[in-house]
């Protein structure tokens, strides 16, 4: 026998009882967004690189090291996409949303891929639902997404006041403000590089902000006395930064201000936020949902100037912070059973009846009837319907109900089937 075929490493498979997580998970963000007026987008699981390129920033990681790039047959350099903001911002530009009302709310979910090394939260292909809201600098629409991320968490039961996450804020200012503190950050980290590691070592001259998010512990210990970014803002970016924090407090959170919080992409301006669990199953992976401002981006992929905000949260990660018991694949509500020696035929329209009045029914497997029970067992099943060559005789069927151990006898109608199981 052949070696069976595995998985790649860095994907997973999605079995049926956790699926049914997701999808409980699913429903419960869906109705979160429909609340606040986010509606869907999809877009393709690979684009053009230079959009990655130019979108995300060629000095930062994700494009240096961790796109999945190919070439197609006509040569074109294709990259499975490693985050959606820049895909959003594509299909914006080239459908001309920008005619349409403004600010436009716009959710996904999908699948992303970067090759990165595989760890407890992290896989090469994971899974992202994301906001982005296009068209407007309030500072309020920050406020706003950070909210809706929340009011998400909570849908599930994970609350602030409870310990399952932390909410840190910060700005990285603005095109205009920005330059000065990267070079004054650059300046005090070239004074340090040999006491940094390898990877901050080039991050020191590509890109000084993302020296600050190391987590090797002897760069943070040199990190800790790094200038911030504060002194450098400009009035209007920490007039935004106010707005959003005493915003947010309105709605009862408690941000936490981290001022060297800075994010992967080079996209990010003015606020920048993430929330953080300390939950030990993550290890280093400890966010959960981050995401920022992004008022360039638009206009250096060909659109108009368009400010922006928007985050992304991993759904691998936030399903490992659930309960286990949470919304396990739930089994048919009923199994039928057709007795030995019976015809199939009249089992078999009965089944596809009831289905299209919403019942969940499988069908048991043939052979003697105490094994057609256990099967129904096995699958959770609440109730059985036996149809015999005597129930079929008096136009009948016998429904067990295999949690309470009784059963009854009801008319071989689908209808008056179907209307007694909906009120078990």
Known sequence: MSQPIQTIKGTKDILPVEAARWRHVERLAGEVLHRYRYE?????????????????????????KEMFTFQDRGGRSLTLRPENTAGVARAYIQHKLYTGPSPQKLWYAGPMFRAENVQAGRQRQFHQLGVECLGSEDPRWDAEAIVLAAEIFESLGLAAATGAWDLELNSVGCAGCRPTYREALQAWLRQRVEALCADCTSRTERNPLRVLDCKVPAC??????????????CEGCVAALV????LL????LSPRRNARLVRGLDYYSRTVFEFVTR???LGAQSTICAGGRYDGLVAELGGPPTPAVGWALGMERLLTLL???????????????????TPLAPGFGLARALRALGVALDLAPGGKLDKQFKHAERLGARFAIVLGEQELAEGAVT???????????????AEALAARLSLA
């Open 220 to 233: 943070r210990e040199v990190l800790a006395e790094a200038p911030l970014i504060d002194a450098a803002l």
């Open 40 to 64: 869907e987008l999809r877009t393709p699981v690979y684009e053009a690189t230079e959009l990655f390129a130019r979108g995300i920033g060629e000095n930062t990681d994700i494009v240096g």
């Open 279 to 281: 939950d030990a199953r």
């Open 249 to 252: 407090e309105a709605a009862g």
């Open 243 to 246: 707005t959003v924090t005493t």
């Open 399 to 413: 429904l067990k109900d295999l949690r309470a151990r009784t059963q009854e006898r009801l008319p071989l109608d």
């Open 323 to 341: 309960p286990a018991e949470l919304a396990t694949a739930a089994g048919p509500a009923a199994v039928l059973l057709t007795a030995p020696g």
